[in-house]
């Protein structure tokens, strides 16, 4: 559901795929063929939500803000896993944010970032350009190589292909991502 609050609609176009179960609240703006999936929620209700292109917010993941003192701000090529928490905080471009991951206020993570599975980044982190941070609370693991930074991309894009897919089709049978028991 898209709602409206406070005279404040979620702004964004046709090439953005918004799961059916979804939530989209007040004050948010995405960009182009990003993509919202099952049962997320993104609630600018207190504070702004600035979501860039390509980017893609997975099943159960919640996205909030800080009231009046902490928008949260998602830059492009961006994937946010499954169930994570992202609240009051800056994503630069390129992050890939693992699942069950949970970025706090005034955290910024800067582009070419990844945070593993069931991190904790807490509150006013900064993490730096071009490395692995896991654990709670993050560390610095190690340096990312350049294969795996073009794979924070390669996942933003194969997101692009899958909303494309689920904007275009009616049924499983007819997506090409499907693959039947047999």
Same mark, same amino acid.
């Given at each position: 559901?898209?709602?409206?609050?406070?005279?404040?609609?979620?702004?964004?176009?046709?090439?953005?795929? #918004?799961?059916?179960?979804?939530?989209?609240?007040?004050?948010?703006?995405? *960009?182009?063929?990003? /993509? =919202?999936?099952?049962? !997320?929620? =993104?609630?600018?209700?207190?504070?702004?939500?600035?979501?860039?292109?390509?980017?893609? =917010?997975?099943?159960?993941?919640? @996205? %909030?803000?800080?009231?009046?003192?902490?928008?949260?701000? =998602? *830059?492009?090529?961006?994937?946010? *896993? &499954?169930?994570?928490?992202? &609240? +009051?905080?800056? $994503? &630069?471009?390129?992050?890939? @944010?693992? @699942? %069950?991951?949970?970025?706090?206020?005034?955290?910024?993570?800067?582009?070419? #970032?990844? $945070?593993?599975?069931?991190?904790?980044?807490?509150?006013?982190?900064?993490?730096? !350009? +071009?490395?692995?941070?896991? *654990? /709670?609370?993050?560390?610095? &693991?190690?340096?990312?190589?350049?294969?795996?930074?073009?794979?924070?991309?390669?996942?933003?894009?194969?997101?692009?292909?899958?909303?494309?897919?689920?904007?275009?089709?009616?049924?499983?049978?007819?997506?090409?991502?499907?693959?039947?028991?047999?």
């Amino acid at each position: 559901m898209v709602y409206k609050f406070l005279d404040k609609s979620p702004q964004f176009e046709d090439s953005v795929f #918004v799961a059916p179960s979804a939530d989209i609240i007040g004050d948010v703006t995405i *960009g182009a063929d990003s /993509s =919202i999936w099952f049962n !997320s929620t =993104i609630r600018g209700d207190v504070n702004w939500i600035e979501i860039g292109e390509r980017t893609n =917010i997975q099943d159960n993941a919640s @996205i %909030h803000v800080m009231n009046q003192t902490g928008p949260t701000k =998602i *830059g492009d090529d961006v994937t946010i *896993g &499954h169930n994570a928490m992202v &609240h +009051g905080c800056t $994503v &630069h471009d390129r992050v890939l @944010i693992g @699942i %069950h991951a949970t970025i706090l206020d005034e955290a910024v993570i800067e582009s070419d #970032v990844v $945070v593993a599975a069931g991190s904790l980044v807490p509150p006013g982190k900064v993490l730096e !350009s +071009g490395y692995m941070y896991m *654990g /709670s609370p993050v560390k610095k &693991h190690r340096k990312l190589t350049e294969e795996e930074i073009e794979s924070i991309r390669e996942s933003a894009q194969n997101y692009v292909k899958y909303q494309r897919t689920y904007r275009q089709v009616d049924t499983y049978e007819e997506n090409p991502f499907y693959t039947p028991k047999k």
